[in-house]
C-alpha cells in the first residue's frame, strides 16, 4: 500500500513562511503528478500546486508568486515552499499523487496551516 506522508504545518503570523514535505513510501518515479491540495472548513478541496515528473509545474492564482512547487526523485519527496502567507491561507493541507501506470491516485492524511496573528 503506497503511503503518502505530509509534514511541515503549523502556526505562522501572515508574511510569514512554511515549508510543506510530502514522502511517499514508494519512488516517486512512479508516479504521473504530484501535488498539493488545501481544504479549508465549509470550502471545496482545490489545487494549489502541481509538479509533473518532468518538473512541469501549476499553479492556483491564489498561489502564483508566492508559493513554490518542487521534488526530490532521490527523497521520494515533494516540497510545497509558502511565502507571504495570509490569513485565508489557512487550511488542512494535503499531499496527491497519481500513478503513472495505472488509474490509482494516493492522497496524504493532511497537515494543518494556520496563519493568524
Known amino acids: 500500500q503506497v503511503q503518502l506522508v505530509e509534514s511541515g504545518g503549523g502556526l505562522v503570523q501572515p508574511g510569514g513562511s512554511l515549508r510543506l514535505a510530502c514522502t511517499a513510501s514508494?519512488?516517486?518515479?512512479?508516479?504521473?503528478?504530484m501535488g498539493w491540495y488545501r481544504q479549508s472548513p465549509g470550502k471545496q478541496r482545490e489545487l494549489v500546486a502541481a509538479?509533473?515528473?518532468?518538473?512541469?509545474?501549476n499553479y492556483a492564482g491564489s498561489a502564483q508568486g508566492r508559493f513554490t512547487i518542487s521534488k526530490d526523485n532521490a527523497k521520494n519527496t515533494v516540497y510545497l515552499q509558502m511565502n507571504s502567507l495570509k490569513p485565508e491561507d489557512t487550511a488542512v493541507y494535503l499531499c496527491?499523487?497519481?500513478?503513472?501506470?495505472?488509474?490509482?491516485?494516493?492522497w496524504g492524511k493532511g497537515t494543518q496551516v494556520t496563519v493568524s496573528s
Open positions: 496527491n499523487m497519481d500513478q503513472l501506470f495505472g488509474p490509482n491516485q494516493y
Open positions: 509538479i509533473t515528473g518532468g518538473g512541469v509545474t
Open positions: 514508494i519512488s516517486i518515479y512512479n508516479f504521473r503528478t
